[in-house]
């Protein structure tokens, strides 16, 4: 619809929840995009718009906006939200304070436990508001963008009236600001990082330790060691640097392409504060671009306002090294919100740029940077610094991480395992990198301290196993992270999701802060705090959502729309896949840890709902060019089958023929699977896991063409629980007394009731994580 303007202001109905409100002495309204909003014209609007002698009202499906047409005050400029929340809550005033669910914050720094977060976009009272009144213009300049301040009297809001309908909140966000880059596949593997003056021979050992132990890694960060850091004083501080030190890797080049031979990527740490100077091998040739004489060794100042030194700079230093083989930049900037520009952050217009100038170069561009406002996620992924190593610090992770999602930012990158100060503690490392597996981003990283690695043969032989168990996961998970990676670019849906996005009206969604959705078909539960000695167990108090729920490691089926004390030993955490979920896996294929498109999935369908998926491919492209194929995954449990195909799209990105294992997990034993491929029948290897009421059939050398169905024979009902194996192993592993355990697995195979197990074990002595982790099972489902 046409805005409704006054002489000092203008109302912009952009959707039926999202209304833009400018305010301007001066009569002057901008249609430009801005840092933040890139997109207005979002479709046609219906909305009644009354004039009465005290103002305006208008009134859409979302919201009723009365304005007085005077300077915006609480007074005279309201907005109620309609439908779905208390009409008492649920009135914005301008100027009156009022909370959000919370958004994100530009770095961990320094941070031991909870840190204030900046505002979303989201409110339990159903509205929220985004100011963009101090945000920089953008204005075309030659082939670049410009930036130009506002005048400082006018304001610029979006108010959001979504209700409690949070991802409809967010779809609006992303269509106003730009929607979430898809990553590189690459990027969902395991990142290797470390602080330490690695040199070309002692990482090519790593590395090839790392293959040997079985240890997959994608993507290899080079923190800024990898540069000269003790020039001649006279130059100053090693903090920048853009040549690679020779004393270390005297043949960059080969380096770089001996990583690449081997799957992985490459990022180097840039702190670009101190600018390039005359001891950098690309200095003579910058200077003399910036019209510097060489032989004057003067330095050439960072000035992210200065177009000429940005593009000298890239042209001579980043992109050649780009050549070399560098994929993207760990932009670490630590040196203020501060430029040459008013209200102009290095750091956002850094982002920017950069991710810019690679995409420019024809690849998909990332960069690996900090938050710097809402409108970040246009450039994942994020570094969200400097933590410190404490149990603290990973309590407050998952929280962090989930409520991110808030204002649209689903690329976190943390440093696993912490980065300073602390104390060894192979428990805590451990919790640290499951939670990592099951985030964003999983990148292991620790500062410089020759007693501080991540890797998992520093810690004993339980965590070490352990931690190489994850890893793999993460790799076996790519299948299922990439898709959910075009579904954030596509519908706007980030990775990692707080439960209340899809439970609004649950307040248990709301308290349970650490438990979150992982994808479409996943819960996490993290464990953030120490486990009980004798028994080896570490608790999470979560809440399930209504429906069945399926323990991933172990197949145990639990009941939902309860709170829950879930207790696990070191060897994991709670993953639960949704009844119906569709999970594809990269089979572990020995020494074959890639992430490209595997020739070998596993296509897990958890039993008790109807569920579909589809698994997303592409060709490695830039979005605007890639070429995608799309599999479509049913699994119709009412008529007891699973559907795999046919592959939809550019089918010549995928491989030209396959092997599908599909897995049927939560049926009892006895169950077959019979296939059919393209309705012809086929003998295919059946493999069952009792343990885990899982049963696969192995279909090869399906082409992309080829539609495999599989007939799930025998399962009239779900999989019970082996309450009685289960409860004796945890029985068995606590170190306990002997008598006190008989007891317990008296009571367990004494044939009573749940509710009378319960009270019969909470008479007995036992550790209260012993307790627990058996009330646990025996009430699971």
Partial sequence: MTPITGETYRISVLTPHLVRLEQSPGGRFEDRPTQVVLHRDLGDVEAEVTRTTRGIEVVTDGFHLSYDE?????????????GGVSSYHSVWRYGEPFETLGGTARTLDKADGEIPLEPGVLSRNGFAVLDDSRSLVQVPRDDQVGLEPRPADTLDLYVFA???DYRAALR???ALTGPTPLVPRYALGN???RYHRYSDDEYRRLVERFAAERLPFSVAVLDMDWHITDPDPRFGSGWTGYTFDPELFPDPAGFLAWLHDRGMRVTLNDHPADGVRAFEEAYPRMAKALGVDPATEAPLTFDVTDDRYLAAFFEHVAHPLERLGVDFWWIDWQSGPYSRLPGLDPLWALNDRHFRELASTGTRPMIFSRYAGPGSHRYPVGFSGDTVISWASLAFQPAFTATASNIGYGWWSHDVGGHMWGVKDDELAVRWLQLGVMSPITRLHSAANPFNGKEPWRHGPLAERVMGEWLRFRHRLVPYLYTMAERATAQGRPLVEPLYHEHPWREEAYEARTTYL????LLVAPITEPGDARCGLGRVVTWLPPGDWW?????????GDRRLLAYRDLSTIPVLARAGAILPLAVDGGEDFSVDEANDVEIRCYAGADGAFTLYEDDGAPEAALRAARTPIHLDWAARTAVVGPTEGATDVVPASRTWRLAVVGVPAGTRLAITVDGVPVEAETVTDEGRHTVVAVV???????RVEARILGADRLADNDVHAAT????????????TKSAALQVITSGAAPAHFVSQLMALPLDEALLGRLVELVTAS
């Fill in 70 to 82: 005077r300077p915006f005050s609480p007074e005279g400029l309201s907005l109620q939200v309609r």
């Fill in 162 to 164: 979504h209700g409690r």
């Fill in 172 to 174: 609006d966000y992303y």
């Fill in 191 to 193: 990142w290797w990082s």
């Fill in 518 to 521: 992982f994808g479409s078909e």
């Fill in 551 to 559: 323990d991933v490691a172990t197949g145990w089926r639990y009941a």
């Fill in 700 to 706: 090869t050398e399906v082409t992309p063409d080829q």
């Fill in 728 to 739: 004796y192993a945890v029985l068995d592993a606590a170190q306990v007394e002997f008598e």
